[in-house]
């Protein structure tokens, strides 16, 4: 029903930047929110920035002042730009969407299959 994919990962030193994009396609209606998570190895995932069709944004403590995250609402796209990249931010960064096929359905979430990040010297 949904597809979303994830590009944009890799391996960067500290202090780098590195740009994640996320598409959602697919039979969607509409689209609530979109966000970024992410899992590093023997933890939970956890949220690391959202943004909603209003153009609300959420960020996890962690990342505020160092990522910032955006949209194309004509795309169904979502963007995820990461400064001052830390070894901490190692994980892989999945991207979700909150979305409905039907103009009366349920909202769903639909997750990616991630994109590996990397920060190490």
């Not at 023997?42 to 990342?63: C, H, M, P, W």
């Not at 995820?80 to 994980?91: F, G, H, I, V």
């Not at 769903?108 to 994109?115: H, P, S």
Request: glycine share 12%; charged share 15%.
């Amino acid at each position: 029903q949904v597809h979303v994919v994830e590009s944009g990962g890799g391996l960067v030193q500290p202090g780098g930047s590195l740009r994640l994009s996320c598409a959602a396609s697919g039979n969607i209606f509409s689209i609530y929110a979109m966000g970024w998570y992410r899992q590093a190895p023997g933890k939970q995932r956890e949220l690391v920035a959202t943004i909603n069709s209003g153009g609300f944004t959420n960020y996890a403590d962690s990342v505020k002042g160092r990522f910032s995250i955006s949209g194309d609402t004509a795309k169904n796209t979502v963007y995820l730009q990461m400064n001052s990249l830390k070894p901490e931010d190692t994980a892989v960064y999945y991207c979700n969407t909150d979305a409905r096929v039907l103009q009366y359905g349920d909202y769903e979430d639909y997750w990616g299959q991630g994109t590996q990040v990397t920060v190490s010297s």
